[in-house]
């Protein structure tokens, strides 16, 4: 989720607009502090606000919940949208609403949140209708859970075909337990997994992950091609290739990963620190315009027990390859090997 869009409908004494300090947004009951760089909008602007003492929208996402007399927005529209742009994946499981220092009777009473990927297509995960709110000045009214489908969590709010692009320094962070679907992933930044968190990958367009996962939780692929670029898959406890995905590229495991093949394919290289297991019948796919002889360092490992490196040398009968070529897996204790030959006389020039 990149946007929020919150729109007032209604206060308390609507005649003269609304006014609140703070949109503050949480996770686990911890605050999510609005990122540098964050931009809102509203339509109508803000009471006063060429005056000398402006109170512009950019007051509810400054991280300020001083209560200081100037620190609010004063909208005297009532119809007023406040668009507030984080410029990269936040995530948060509700919300609540820092009351301004003076008059209770312009605090928002009913509303409707919304939030965005891309600025052009909303989802509503909550609406209000005749809140009752706390009347204590420069405090927290709510917190509100987001209104998330049964038996769903969250984060599943970010839509399924959403481009997720996490910036350098920047973090994506899927709860405990957590089920949280995105389009195709890309940037250099963190990709935190609470423990049993599962993240998958609608990889339905071309993109480029080079960040690192962190965390202890598993990580799905399908629909498409996603690419690894020296990225670090510490936190992914589980790697599935389910249906159609392909996973390609190159990364680094400092731990025990577990493979299940569900539908995907694998053209990746990843060099792991710990034990290797693989679960499922291993598919392996060539590259388009591969050169022929053809030769490819699929995983290292520390350990891989007799069924893991069964199946991966069983994945060598998955490939098509040219008349007069053999597709095997070489597999040894710590290593498994691609390659695509023809066989036949080997001749040594000196």
């Not at 609304?18 to 803000?46: D, K, Q, W």
């Not at 997720?164 to 250099?188: D, F, I, K, Q």
Request: proline share 5%; charged share 15%; glycine share 10%.
């Amino acid at each position: 989720m990149h946007a929020v869009r919150n729109e007032v409908n209604t206060s308390d004494f609507g005649s003269s607009g609304f006014s609140f300090a703070e949109l503050r947004l949480l996770t686990n009951g911890a605050p999510v502090l609005y990122p540098a760089g964050t931009t809102v909008f509203a339509p109508g602007g803000s009471y006063n606000s060429a005056g000398t003492y402006p109170f512009p929208p950019e007051r509810v996402v400054d991280n300020d919940i001083s209560g200081s007399s100037n620190n609010r927005w004063y909208s005297d529209v009532m119809i007023n949208p406040l668009v507030v742009n984080m410029g990269r994946p936040v995530s948060f499981d509700a919300y609540g609403l820092y009351t301004s220092y003076n008059v209770t009777n312009r605090d928002p009473v009913s509303w409707t949140l919304e939030i965005s990927n891309d600025k052009s297509t909303w989802y509503t995960i909550d609406c209000r209708t005749n809140e009752t709110i706390t009347t204590a000045r420069a405090a927290l009214a709510g917190p509100w859970a987001l209104d998330i489908p049964a038996g769903q969590l969250a984060t599943d709010v970010i839509p399924d075909m959403s481009r997720t692009r996490v910036a350098a320094g920047a973090t994506l962070m899927l709860a405990a337990g957590a089920l949280e679907t995105v389009g195709p992933l890309s940037g250099t930044g963190t990709v935190a997994l609470a423990a049993g968190a599962s993240l998958t990958l609608n990889a339905f367009d071309a993109a480029v992950f080079e960040g690192t996962f962190t965390g202890a939780g598993s990580l799905a692929l399908s629909n498409g091609v996603q690419a690894l670029h020296g990225a670090a898959l510490d936190g992914v406890t589980n790697l599935v290739l389910a249906a159609d995905g392909l996973l390609t590229g190159d990364a680094t495991h400092d731990g025990d990963l577990a493979v299940r093949f569900d539908g995907g394919a694998y053209r990746g290289s990843i060099d792991i620190a710990g034990a290797l297991s693989v679960a499922g019948d291993a598919v392996y796919a060539l590259p388009e315009d591969a050169d022929l002889p053809y030769t490819l360092t699929l995983f290292t490992y520390a350990s891989a027990d007799s069924a893991t490196r069964d199946a991966l040398a069983a994945g060598a009968e998955t490939l098509s390859v040219p008349d007069g070529y053999v597709a095997t897996v070489r597999v040894t204790d710590h290593s498994a090997t691609l390659s695509v030959s023809a066989p036949g006389l080997i001749l040594l020039f000196r």
